[in-house]
């Protein structure tokens, strides 16, 4: 069983900036990505990072938001810039093994205040 260990999330102003943390337990992931879902809207992508560095992001971020990941500690971080009132909802980690088995964290609120 895969444990994934979210922090960051919390109370901002708009314009401000977070960084969410990832955790998972002890191995290589294929796929390590951020999804997000606000009240009453589907769960959707953020970002999400392969393990050769390859990242994919939600055209709503682009250029807002930056992923990353450490392979040694099976971490991804998510560095949320210049952050919107719609930025606000629950952030959760998600995690793909190469066999294709996946993974989600608990989730971590985030609230950005105009």
């Known amino acids: 069983q895969v444990q994934l260990v979210e922090s960051g999330g919390g109370l901002v102003q708009a314009g401000g900036s977070l960084r969410l943390s990832c955790a998972a337990s002890?191995?290589?992931?294929?796929?390590m990505a951020w999804y997000r879902q606000a009240p009453g809207k589907q769960r959707e992508l953020v970002a999400a990072?392969?393990?050769?560095?390859?990242?994919n992001y939600a055209e709503s971020v682009k250029g807002r938001f930056s992923i990353s990941r450490d392979n040694a500690k099976s971490t991804i971080y998510l560095q949320m810039n210049s952050l919107k009132p719609e930025d606000t909802a629950v952030y959760y980690c998600?995690?793909?093994?190469?066999?294709?088995?996946?993974?989600w964290g608990r989730g971590t609120q985030v609230t950005v205040s105009s």
């Open positions: 002890g191995k290589i992931f294929s796929i």
């Open positions: 990072i392969t393990s050769d560095g390859t990242t």
């Open positions: 998600n995690v793909r093994d190469f066999l294709g088995s996946e993974s």
